[in-house]
Nanobody, 115 residues
Framework: QVQLVESGGGLVQAGGSLRLSCAASPRIFSPNPMAWYRQAPGKQREFVAAIYAGGTTKYEDAVKGRFTISRDGAKNSVFLQMNNLKPEDTGVYLC?????????WGQGTQVTVSS
């Protein structure tokens, strides 16, 4: 069935960059809006960024100015460019999308930022 799959996580030093990708399948599955959340062990899942129809974006204050969310023309993929990463950005990053009134989640990709 429909699913979201993240990739691009990894280990970086503080100040480094990563680009996360989230692919939706099958191709007719085009969620709107799409968003990124993150979760650290023992903590609640928190909102990071979202992108809406027309390109409008929204960011959590903690990442504003450092992260950029975007999506492809077919709206089947969403990306998160993360620059100037900080140790506090460490966590599992999950892709989120809404399609036909239903909310979908990916399984997550690990991002670890060392000091």
């Amino acid at each position: 069935q429909v699913q979201l799959v993240e990739s691009g996580g990894g280990l970086v030093q503080a100040g480094g960059s990563l680009r996360l990708s989230c692919a939706a399948s099958p191709r007719i599955f085009s969620p709107n809006p799409m968003a990124w959340y993150r979760q650290a062990p023992g903590k609640q899942r928190e909102f990071v960024a979202a992108i809406y129809a027309g390109g409008t974006t929204k960011y959590e204050d903690a990442v504003k100015g450092r992260f950029t969310i975007s999506r492809d023309g077919a709206k089947n993929s969403v990306f998160l460019q993360m620059n100037n990463l900080k140790p506090e950005d460490t966590g599992v990053y999950l892709c989120n999308g809404i399609w036909r009134g239903q909310t979908y989640w990916g399984q997550g990709t690990q991002v670890t930022v060392s000091s």
